[in-house]
């Protein structure tokens, strides 16, 4: 199946600071979704975004589908944006836009004051 | 808008007793998906139901079972719960005619004692 591996497996900042935050896929997809698992365990959806730049307040999302990679850059970062980054894709035949999910190992955020 | 909703959002059980989790799909949503995040890990995908009928499944065990019912909520019952199995359950829902973009409940946390 295919496999999703995210980098860094952690990072630490300063309040104010900028990150971007890497997810490599090994085949071809449809379908690439962002998510924040904040401390509370709540799974946030930040980003459907198979192809292509998206931009939502501070964050923003880039998918190079052809190079099998996408980014997610956390701009001004504050401690709210603490928590675990997931990004996953569909795990079925590459191309597969539906279906279940397989998740990155994620990346834990800290932002300190 | 309205969200995906799942009950209960914590439970406390003991080994060999009985748990049912519910989940209440986005309106219109045709699609529900099960995932299992034991802790530090990453959500794993259980078991996902289309129009009803089960679609698809993953590394669920024989002690559990899933539904849909006729108004799309879904209920995963497990049987003989054992302490490997406190968790935290997701539910997921999608929408066929769109873009398959999944959208996930809080979770129910599952403690077996």
């Known amino acids: 199946g295919i496999q999703v591996e995210q980098s860094p497996p952690d990072l630490i900042l300063q309040e104010g600071a900028n990150s971007t935050l890497r997810c490599n896929f090994s085949?071809?997809?449809?379908?690439l979704q962002w998510f924040h698992q904040n401390p509370w365990g709540q799974l946030i959806n930040l980003f459907y975004?198979?192809?292509g730049t998206k931009q939502n307040g501070r964050l923003s999302a880039t998918t190079v589908a052809t190079e099998r990679y996408s980014l997610l850059y956390i701009s001004s970062s504050q401690t709210t944006d603490s928590g675990v980054y997931f990004c996953?894709?569909?795990?079925?035949?590459?191309?597969?836009?539906?279906?279940?999910?397989?998740f990155g190992q994620g990346t834990i955020l800290t932002v300190h004051p | 808008a309205a969200g995906v909703i799942q009950s209960p959002r914590h439970l406390i059980k003991e080994k060999r007793e009985t748990a049912t989790l519910k989940c209440y799909p986005i309106?219109?949503?045709?699609?529900v998906y099960w995932y299992q995040q034991g802790p530090g890990q990453d959500p794993q995908f259980l078991i996902s139901?289309?129009?009803?009928?089960?679609?698809d499944k993953g590394s669920i065990p024989d002690r559990f079972s899933a539904q849909q019912f006729s108004d799309y909520h879904s209920e995963l019952n497990m049987s003989s719960l054992e302490l490997g199995d406190s968790a935290l359950y997701f539910c997921?829902?999608?929408?066929?005619?769109?873009?398959?973009?999944?959208?996930f409940g809080p979770g129910t946390r599952l403690t077996v004692t």
């Open positions: 997921a829902s999608s929408f066929s005619g769109g873009s398959y973009e999944q959208y």
């Open positions: 085949d071809s997809v449809n379908n």
């Open positions: 975004i198979p192809s």
């Open positions: 996953a894709v569909p795990i079925g035949a590459g191309g597969t836009s539906y279906g279940k999910l397989t």
């Open positions: 309106p219109r949503h045709d699609t």
């Open positions: 139901f289309y129009e009803k009928m089960q679609s």
